[in-house]
């Protein structure tokens, strides 16, 4: 039987707080609707981690905490780019992409989450990178296929997501990648990593 995400009980491992408490700081710091969002990430990143056999406790926290810092100001994250020693190229791009490695160093400090691989999973959870641990997939795809999504392509996506994991992520990685070149955004050097890595190199 499936677990709904309220339901769930953390065991204290990675974090000390309750899965509670953890939803209402997050509620805290963004728009109804984002946090609506972020529960709908959090369900589907349960239900990919029961299917590939990862922690669901891991994937309820990174899920809960990947959009963290996404309200945050421009130059707040500037500042924690430039202060934590991230990487300098970062500045050249937005917020877009500031939100994930920032949200990664923000919950560090204010949660004392210091599970490497959920880190990574908030860090990356927008631009992938070339080496995914299964947790970082897991949320990659999640945020992508939520199900508040409602894109041509999501039906595809979810479909991928149930069968095939690396499948789910190579189709997102083309499918972002697309809409970036489409859209005449300018696209981080590491997106470009994961593309050559999960979709070119295939
Ligand atoms: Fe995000
Ligand atoms: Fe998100």
Redesign the pocket.
């Known amino acids: 039987m499936k677990t709904r995400p309220e339901e769930f009980v953390y065991s204290g491992h990675f974090l000390p707080l309750s899965r509670e408490e953890l939803a209402a700081q997050v509620e805290a710091q963004m728009s109804a609707k984002?946090f609506k969002?972020?529960l709908g990430?959090e369900e589907a990143a349960i239900q990919l981690a029961d299917i590939y056999g990862v922690s669901k406790e891991a994937a309820s926290i990174a899920a809960l905490c990947?959009?963290y810092a996404?309200e945050r100001p421009d130059q707040e994250m500037k500042e924690l780019i430039v202060a934590e020693q991230l990487e300098e190229d970062l500045l050249d791009y937005g917020s877009s992409i500031w939100h994930g490695p920032c949200a990664a160093e923000i919950v560090k400090k204010e949660f004392h989450l210091l599970d490497e691989d959920i880190l990574n999973a908030i860090r990356y959870?927008?631009i992938g990178r070339s080496q995914m641990s299964l947790l970082e997939q897991v949320i990659y795809v999640a945020?992508f296929i939520?199900p508040g999504r409602n894109f041509p392509g999501v039906e595809e996506a979810r479909t991928l997501a149930g069968k095939n994991l690396q499948e789910a992520v190579t189709y997102e990685t083309q499918q972002t990648l697309m809409h970036l070149i489409k859209t005449k955004k300018k696209i981080y050097p590491k997106a470009v990593a994961t593309f050559n890595k999960w979709v070119a190199n295939k």
């Open positions: 984002r969002h972020v990430v990947h959009d996404k959870h927008t945020d939520e």
